[in-house]
C-alpha cells in the first residue's frame, strides 16, 4: 500500500470516533515515518513496509480507544511552539493561549517576577520567558513528574526558570509582581462521567465538589507572596466566572475584568491585590 492508501484507511478506521479522521491518521502516519505534513504529501504515491503498517496500526487502535493524539505523538503546539506531553501532564488547550495574550498587556516594567502556578508541561511559564527573557520566572507543580516533562520543554526552548515542587504557593518562598496559573477547576463528578478526560491526570482536572477548590486555596495564598497592586491571571471554567469573583472578593482582590474563548465564554480572569 502506499501512503495515500493508508492515510484512507486509517480514516476510516477512525471516523466514528473523531471529528477530524483525516487529520488525525495523517499525523499519526508522520510519527510513524518521522516527516511532517508537507513531507507526507509529497510522498502520497510512495509504499510502506509492512513494519511501518504495524506500527500505524498500533497507533490507530490507541487513537480508536479515545487516547488523545497529543499523548500518542508525545506533543502539543501551544502559542506557535511545540512541546512534548506525556500522560503526566494536561494536554495544553487553545483557551490557555489567552492567558498569555491577557499578561502580555499587563506585564511593564514594574514586573520581575512572575510564578506559574500548576505549571504541568510549563507551556505558559516558557512562553512567557520566550517573550520576555529579562523577566525571572518560577514554574511550580505539586508533581515531580510534571516538573520533569517541564524541564526538558525548558531545555529544548533555551530558556532558563526556576523549578519548585509545591502544592499551590506552600512551597514558595519569593514574592511576585504577576502570579499566572491554569488551576485545576473540572467538578468532580463532571470527570468521573467523561471518558475522553480519562487519559490525562486526575489531579491537574480536579477542581473538587464545586471545581472551585483549588482556586481558592491558590488565592487564599497568594496574600502572602504577592506584591501590593500584583495582578492574578487565572483560567477557569466557562461556567465558573460569577464564583470566581466571589472568592476574589473573599479574600480582597480587585476583579479586574476577563478574556473570552472562541464561543464567547469567560475563561481567563485577572485579578488584582491590594
Not at 499578561?103 to 506559574?116: E, F, G, L, S
Not at 485545576?184 to 482536572?205: C, G, H, M, N, T
Request: aromatic share 8%.
Amino acid at each position: 500500500m502506499n501512503i495515500k492508501e493508508v492515510i484512507d484507511r486509517g480514516s476510516l478506521f477512525l471516523k466514528e470516533i473523531s471529528d477530524s479522521p483525516k487529520l488525525d491518521a495523517q499525523l499519526l502516519l508522520c510519527n510513524v515515518l518521522n516527516i511532517d505534513r508537507v513531507s507526507l504529501f509529497l510522498s502520497y504515491e510512495k509504499e510502506i513496509d509492512d513494519l511501518m503498517k504495524a506500527k500505524y496500526d498500533a497507533l490507530l487502535e490507541r487513537r480508536r480507544l479515545l487516547e488523545p493524539l497529543n499523548y500518542i505523538i508525545g506533543k502539543r503546539e501551544f502559542y506557535s511552539n511545540d512541546f512534548l506531553v506525556n500522560h503526566d501532564v494536561l494536554i495544553p488547550r487553545p483557551e490557555t493561549e489567552l492567558i498569555i495574550d491577557l499578561a502580555k498587556k499587563y506585564i511593564n516594567k514594574d514586573v520581575k517576577n512572575i510564578i506559574d502556578i500548576g505549571t504541568g508541561s510549563g507551556v505558559i511559564a516558557i512562553t512567557l520567558k520566550l517573550i520576555f527573557p529579562n523577566i525571572n520566572i518560577t514554574a511550580s507543580d505539586i508533581s515531580e513528574d510534571a516538573l520533569k516533562i517541564a524541564k526538558r520543554n525548558a531545555q529544548i526552548h533555551k530558556v532558563k526558570l526556576d523549578f519548585v515542587i509545591s502544592d499551590a504557593l506552600q512551597n514558595i518562598q519569593n514574592n511576585f509582581q504577576m502570579i499566572v496559573t491554569n488551576p485545576p477547576y473540572v467538578k468532580s463528578s463532571f470527570i468521573e462521567d467523561d471518558l475522553s478526560l480519562a487519559y490525562e491526570p486526575r489531579q491537574a482536572l480536579d477542581g473538587g465538589e464545586s471545581g472551585l477548590e483549588v482556586i481558592e486555596k491558590i488565592l487564599k495564598e497568594a496574600k502572602e507572596k504577592i506584591d501590593k497592586d500584583g495582578l492574578v491571571i487565572m483560567e477557569h471554567g466557562f461556567d465558573q466566572i460569577e464564583g470566581v469573583k466571589s472568592i476574589a472578593k473573599k479574600y480582597n482582590f480587585d476583579y479586574l475584568g476577563n478574556t473570552k474563548d472562541i464561543n464567547d465564554h469567560p475563561r481567563v480572569s485577572i485579578l488584582k491585590w491590594n
